[in-house]
């Protein structure tokens, strides 16, 4: 349902978003096509891509932010000089202040205490923590702004209090997705770890 006039803004907001960087990407090819020759022409196309998209996708907000994400981790698919600019979508992306996330989730879902049937549906997961069986680890990141560690808390004190199997392992100093190559190979481990005890 469109919640007047948050949405109808949000659309107008994404349609400029891609008409100008649809005609910066346009103009910018052309550029390229002119005056750049030899080798370094596809490589240099390449990272432009990359940049286009990383900027594109933080200008059309969250669920974008998250696509280019994962995007990031398919090498399979993109090549070195677009994962590389989309790896600053991991955490290197621009200050989001409370001001601007109270105004989206108003935006999206009305307020709490005038749609409090949106909201107890979107919280299902916690209200209905006693319902959860299933063993859970979680692993975040300190400083991690895309899915802040207070969510992973809570959850994890909901499920210890009621006796479930979790266990939480926050890392220092990082954010969405984790830099340290022990941190990363520490992961990894603790995956390996909980699957060969808790699925058979």
Same mark, same amino acid.
């Given at each position: 349902?469109?919640?007047?006039?948050?949405?109808?803004?949000?659309?107008?907001?994404?349609?400029?978003?891609?008409?100008?960087?649809?005609?910066?990407?346009?103009?910018?090819?052309?550029?390229?096509?002119?005056?750049?020759?030899?080798?370094?022409?596809?490589?240099?196309?390449?990272?432009?891509?990359?940049?286009?998209?990383?900027?594109?996708?933080?200008?059309?907000?969250?669920?974008?932010?998250?696509?280019?994400?994962?995007?990031?981790?398919?090498?399979?698919?993109?090549?070195?000089?677009?994962?590389?600019?989309?790896?600053?979508? +991991?955490?290197?992306?621009?200050?989001? &202040?409370?001001?601007?996330?109270? +105004?989206?989730?108003?935006?999206?879902?009305?307020?709490?205490?005038?749609?409090?049937?949106?909201?107890?549906?979107?919280?299902?997961?916690?209200?209905?923590?006693?319902?959860?069986?299933?063993?859970?680890?979680?692993?975040?990141?300190?400083?991690?702004?895309?899915? %802040?560690?207070?969510? &992973?808390?809570?959850?994890?004190?909901?499920?210890? &209090?009621?006796?479930? %199997?979790?266990?939480?392992?926050?890392?220092?100093? +990082?954010?969405?997705?984790?830099?340290?190559?022990?941190?990363?190979?520490?992961?990894?481990?603790?995956?390996?770890?909980?699957?060969?005890?808790?699925?058979?």
């Amino acid at each position: 349902m469109l919640r007047w006039p948050g949405n109808f803004l949000h659309f107008i907001w994404l349609f400029l978003v891609v008409l100008f960087g649809g005609l910066l990407y346009g103009v910018a090819r052309l550029g390229l096509a002119l005056f750049v020759w030899g080798a370094s022409r596809e490589r240099t196309l390449a990272s432009f891509r990359g940049w286009w998209l990383r900027t594109m996708m933080t200008a059309l907000g969250a669920t974008f932010i998250k696509l280019g994400q994962v995007m990031s981790t398919r090498p399979d698919l993109f090549r070195p000089e677009i994962i590389d600019q989309l790896r600053h979508l +991991q955490d290197k992306l621009p200050p989001f &202040s409370f001001a601007k996330v109270k +105004q989206t989730i108003e935006a999206e879902l009305g307020k709490p205490w005038e749609h409090p049937e949106v909201y107890m549906r979107l919280s299902f997961p916690f209200l209905h923590a006693d319902r959860i069986v299933t063993p859970t680890l979680f692993l975040a990141g300190e400083s991690d702004f895309n899915v %802040p560690l207070l969510n &992973s808390e809570q959850m994890y004190q909901a499920l210890r &209090s009621l006796g479930r %199997p979790t266990e939480l392992v926050i890392y220092p100093g +990082q954010y969405h997705g984790l830099k340290k190559p022990s941190y990363v190979k520490d992961r990894w481990a603790r995956y390996l770890a909980w699957y060969a005890k808790y699925v058979r």
